[in-house]
């Protein structure tokens, strides 16, 4: 079953303003995390990653923090846009698990005018 | 830069028809290839990985199968398709991120398959 899972399924925000998706897991042994975004009728895209060796990592717009007291995940993207607009799903690998990834159902963010 | 196709983007088919749908990636070598599927409003569940030219591991039991004929080039067939079979076919290629040291996959188009 999945050990990854989502605190909130639906997400709205204003365009402009910062938004936050949260993502929690069960198994200390996950090592590696991803973030992905699906517009609808299309394949995942890759956001940005993390390693259990890190806190933070940042991107264009966006920043990945890991807590691993809490077994804890978040994508932040600043100055939301429409385009932002997607189901955001994160995965994770676990360490010697092979190359298999463990999706979450996904968080739907809905960016309003 | 590297670039991963599917093909159809979609189809629909009968109950107990066959089924071949084609992934191919341009632009590496070697890559790593999978085989998801996503069922409606659901996370995505790895069904086939293949490392190399005929290396194939199957994650879950089930109606389908896979090929890797060649290096740039993997199948998900059936000979027999079922109701659930119906779904959201993803392939992806993973590369070696040395930052990370971590092999990270990236997503092609999809195929929405019906089975009626």
């Known amino acids: 079953g999945e050990s990854v899972g989502l605190h909130l399924p639906t997400l709205s925000v204003q365009e402009g303003d910062n938004s936050i998706i949260n993502c929690a897991y069960s198994?200390?042994?996950?090592?590696?995390f991803i973030w992905y975004k699906q517009e609808s009728g299309k394949g995942p895209q890759f956001i940005i990653d993390i390693r259990s060796n890190m806190d933070k990592r940042q991107g264009q717009r966006v920043t990945v923090l890991l807590n691993k007291t809490v077994k804890h995940l978040s994508l932040q993207i600043a100055a939301t846009q429409p385009g932002d607009s997607a189901v955001y799903f994160c995965?994770?690998?676990?360490?010697?698990?092979?190359?298999?990834?463990?999706f979450g159902k996904g968080t739907s963010l809905l960016v309003t005018p | 830069s590297q670039t991963i196709h599917q093909w159809p983007a979609t189809l629909v088919q009968p109950v107990g028809s066959p089924l071949s749908l084609e992934c191919t990636v341009e632009g590496t070598s070697n890559p790593n290839l999978y085989w998801y599927r996503q069922a409606a409003g659901r996370g995505l569940q790895l069904l086939f990985y293949?490392?190399?030219?005929?290396?194939i591991s199957s994650e879950v039991p089930q109606n389908l199968s896979a090929s890797r004929p060649q290096d740039r080039q993997f199948i998900l067939s059936s000979k027999k398709l079922l109701l659930s079979d119906s779904g959201f076919y993803l392939c992806?290629?993973?590369?070696?991120?040395?930052?990370?040291?971590?092999?990270?996959?990236?997503f092609g188009p999809g195929t929405r398959l019906t089975v009626l």
């Open positions: 995965a994770e690998n676990i360490r010697n698990s092979g190359y298999a990834l463990n």
């Open positions: 198994n200390s042994a996950s090592d590696y």
């Open positions: 293949s490392v190399g030219i005929g290396q």
């Open positions: 992806a290629w993973s590369a070696y991120r040395l930052e990370l040291q971590q092999d990270t996959q990236y």
